[in-house]
């Protein structure tokens, strides 16, 4: 009888440790705070002395970051994202919009990277490339997403010594690009300037916000085949989706159309006479167009 009782209170005693534990695990304590924390949690990265080299080979690779969570109370699921500056201070620098939620692969794209390098630099166009090395600095911000505000950490900073970038990774607006309307309007020639800077009677430039491109005032008579595509009719060849060659999709001016693209898609004609602007976008793979009347 006694042996049963003793097995019994060590069960007893077992349950209870087991329902404690579980009670502190499914109700962790947050440990927050005011503002923005700072603490020392980011390890100095192993490549910081190696020149780096950001090219359109290697710009879906990364950087390489560790750290250690700082004291959120326990081991929370924390979210940790990357900002970068060129100066020590962080005067200006950019965040890249990846989470990374584990500690020990906090790998940033070259291609972010880049881009905020050669914004930071003030790169305005291939002709400002290759960049010359720069040293970087890179910190992270940590935070448990559910409570962002007052779980904000900031890391030390760390460096890589010799950074630079051979491509344009940033989008700059205004940049004559690759990308024509051709048809009656043209006798469907690619009209390039003279000036590789400034775009020609028919060329798109690049928009305000990236994957977008312009054209701007143009006059476009009504029941006027057109396409759209590069001087050596090669991909994108974008038109109509109603067919092929001779058949046309018809467009109202304000009318926004996703466009077709392959060897040969249809033509675009407006249904009346247009003078605008023509605004192009790509969005998931498809491009798509508008008719943007002057008004």
């Given at each position: 009888?006694?042996?049963?009782?003793y097995i019994f209170a060590i069960a007893v005693a077992a349950l209870g440790l087991s329902s404690c534990s579980e009670t502190w695990d499914d109700n962790p304590?947050?440990?927050?705070?005011?503002?923005?924390?700072?603490?020392?949690?980011?390890?100095?990265?192993?490549?910081?002395?190696?020149?780096?080299?950001?090219?359109?080979?290697?710009?879906?690779?990364?950087?390489?970051?560790?750290?250690?969570?700082?004291?959120?109370?326990?081991?929370?699921?924390?979210?940790?994202?990357?900002?970068?500056?060129?100066?020590?201070?962080?005067?200006?620098?950019?965040?890249?919009?990846?989470?990374?939620?584990?500690?020990?692969?906090?790998?940033?794209?070259?291609?972010?990277?880049?881009?905020?390098?050669?914004?930071?630099?003030?790169?305005?166009?291939?002709?400002?490339?290759?960049?010359?090395?720069?040293?970087?600095?890179?910190?992270?911000?940590?935070?448990?997403?559910?409570?962002?505000?007052?779980?904000?950490?900031?890391?030390?900073?760390?460096?890589?010594?010799?950074?630079?970038?051979?491509?344009?990774?940033?989008?700059?607006?205004?940049?004559?690009?690759?990308?024509?309307?051709?048809?009656?309007?043209?006798?469907?020639?690619?009209?390039?300037?003279?000036?590789?800077?400034?775009?020609?009677?028919?060329?798109?430039?690049?928009?305000?916000?990236?994957?977008?491109?312009?054209?701007?005032?143009?006059?476009?008579?009504?029941?006027?085949?057109?396409?759209?595509?590069?001087?050596?009719?090669?991909?994108?060849?974008?038109?109509?989706?109603?067919?092929?060659?001779?058949?046309?999709?018809?467009?109202?001016?304000?009318?926004?159309?996703?466009?077709?693209?392959?060897?040969?898609?249809?033509?675009?004609?407006?249904?009346?006479?247009?003078t605008g602007n023509v605004q192009l976008r790509l969005e998931a793979g498809e491009y798509f167009i508008l008719f943007d009347p002057a008004h």
């Amino acid at each position: 009888m006694k042996t049963i009782s003793y097995i019994f209170a060590i069960a007893v005693a077992a349950l209870g440790l087991s329902s404690c534990s579980e009670t502190w695990d499914d109700n962790p304590v947050v440990k927050t705070h005011e503002g923005v924390k700072e603490a020392s949690f980011l390890n100095n990265p192993v490549m910081q002395n190696m020149p780096i080299m950001i090219t359109q080979a290697n710009r879906d690779g990364n950087f390489h970051l560790t750290c250690s969570q700082p004291d959120f109370g326990y081991a929370a699921a924390a979210a940790y994202n990357v900002q970068v500056s060129l100066t020590e201070d962080f005067a200006k620098y950019k965040e890249i919009g990846q989470q990374f939620f584990d500690c020990s692969e906090i790998n940033p794209l070259n291609s972010d990277v880049a881009s905020i390098i050669e914004e930071l630099a003030g790169v305005k166009s291939e002709n400002d490339l290759p960049m010359p090395y720069h040293k970087v600095y890179m910190r992270l911000r940590a935070y448990i997403p559910q409570s962002e505000k007052n779980t904000t950490y900031l890391s030390n900073v760390v460096y890589f010594d010799a950074v630079s970038a051979d491509y344009l990774a940033i989008w700059v607006a205004d940049v004559p690009v690759d990308l024509f309307i051709r048809g009656g309007v043209n006798d469907w020639n690619a009209d390039v300037n003279a000036d590789p800077n400034l775009p020609g009677p028919w060329q798109f430039v690049t928009g305000a916000v990236e994957n977008t491109w312009i054209l701007r005032n143009v006059t476009i008579p009504a029941n006027v085949s057109i396409k759209v595509s590069t001087a050596s009719w090669g991909a994108p060849n974008l038109g109509g989706n109603a067919g092929e060659n001779d058949e046309s999709q018809m467009v109202q001016p304000g009318e926004e159309i996703e466009m077709t693209a392959g060897d040969n898609p249809g033509h675009i004609r407006l249904k009346v006479d247009f003078t605008g602007n023509v605004q192009l976008r790509l969005e998931a793979g498809e491009y798509f167009i508008l008719f943007d009347p002057a008004h």
